[in-house]
């Protein structure tokens, strides 16, 4: 059994990223701890629970409860009951603050992601989070992010200075993904169309600049080290469409990528896949 450390914003974590890891590594036998800014148990994103607030029409009283959209872009029926679950229990319940937690007290590392800038831009900024990053990569111990979560890790530094990633073979959001995704608010959520960008380009940025992507891959040691599914992949269209969600029993639409004691993933689509595999290298 290992033990796993999973840090979070105060709020506007992915609740599908966090809880389906959360539960396949607590039924394959791991023990999970968490940890936010003030000991204080975290706020998943509440859209992607409800679904209401992506629709259009979501800011019209009375009929603002009608979700079409919204049903589609929440978290699925596995990651909502897995989030249901999850915080029920008394480790979410009770979580460490991020200065009272050590890299030498757990065997694991899993940062999970989200979007909304209010709560993950605290998640993402943190020095004491980017050390403790650092410091589990530095003492080789089995780290895992997914989305936004590859952006934390990124953004941690190694001794020398470089980021924690460099030299790593990595995947994260892609710009694609995050570049549709944010074309499609601009339709839904048109009140808040940058609901799907954490951080936006500034004048005389190229777009996509800021994207997940392409911070990531800056911090990389070759462009050609962040991974994107392969177009001959037999499953490539399962992957990338941005439909399709891995389950604990399909992992044909996922795309993850593990490199010596790292894993990483894309999206809440790669969760299921992305938690079999880090639990796999845990127990390894």
Request: with cysteine.
């Amino acid at each position: 059994m290992a033990r796993v450390l999973i840090p979070q914003p105060s709020l506007d974590f992915d609740p599908s990223e966090v809880a389906v890891s959360w539960l396949t590594l607590a039924n394959q036998g791991h023990q999970v701890s968490f940890s936010t800014p003030d000991g204080k148990p975290a706020q998943c994103d509440p859209l992607m629970i409800s679904g209401r607030g992506l629709d259009p029409w979501s800011q019209i009283p009375m009929i603002g409860n009608i979700r079409l959209i919204g049903l589609i872009l929440r978290a699925n029926g596995d990651a909502r009951r897995a989030y249901a679950g999850m915080i029920k229990t008394p480790a979410y319940l009770s979580p460490l603050a991020w200065a009272d937690t050590r890299a030498s007290e757990f065997d694991g590392l899993l940062l999970g992601g989200g979007h909304c800038a209010r709560g993950m831009r605290q998640y993402l900024e943190s020095e004491i989070l980017q050390r403790l990053v650092g410091e589990f990569f530095a003492a080789d111990k089995p780290v895992a992010a997914i989305c936004h979560g590859v952006l934390l890790a990124a953004r941690s530094k190694r001794a020398d200075g470089r980021s924690a990633l460099y030299g790593r073979k990595t995947t994260a959001l892609t710009w694609k993904q995050e570049r549709t995704a944010a074309g499609l608010a601009r339709l839904s959520r048109f009140w808040d169309p940058n609901y799907y960008r954490t951080y936006l380009e500034a004048p005389g940025e190229p777009p996509g600049y800021m994207s997940v992507q392409q911070e990531v891959t800056r911090n990389l040691a070759d462009p050609e080290d962040f991974l994107d599914v392969p177009a001959a992949d037999p499953h490539f269209r399962r992957k990338t469409l941005g439909v399709a969600r891995d389950s604990a029993t399909d992992d044909t639409p996922a795309f993850v990528v593990r490199d010596g004691n790292y894993v990483s993933a894309r999206w809440p689509g790669d969760a299921h896949t992305f938690a079999r595999t880090f639990s796999q290298l845990l127990r390894a």
